[in-house]
């Protein structure tokens, strides 16, 4: 009898480029290095006018974080190898349709309310259960992306109910 001596959840160097981990990973560096290259073709705008960041200095911070995190899965598969499923579970198109959701709500009423919106929803059906928890980060995770985008970054949100209380 044969004894396999390779532990179980790592991979053999010819299944590292072939394996499902590797091909969504490199789509999501392709594209996110393709964009990133695309910033550097953005307009500069004269300091004067100039109310946060640059246009173009912002995207290439999200696509940075991207790239690692990205990166990041692609070394944890091979700790912990990704489950294989014929069907998508329940929670993804809970997902969608909270997503879908957050643009109506977001388009239609107010900016802030979808934030938070989209926050309570997704940590329910996610798995948590705790109302004290899911109020909190319903409230303070708007709150904290609202003082990131308007006092750091120099943005103001779309106008709605919320927001247009602050911005009278």
Known sequence: MKHDTKKQGTKSNSSLFFSTEFKACFVILFFSIFAFIITFTFDEVPPILNRGIQPATFPKILLILIILLTCLVYYLSFKTPWKKNKNLDKPFFITLFVLILFVLIAKFIDFFLAI???SFLIS????ERKILFLLMVSILFPIIVFIFFETILGLRFP???????YYS
């Open 116 to 118: 938070g919106s989209l």
């Open 124 to 127: 329910y059906f996610w798995g």
């Open 159 to 165: 106008g709605g109910i919320i927001t247009n209380l």
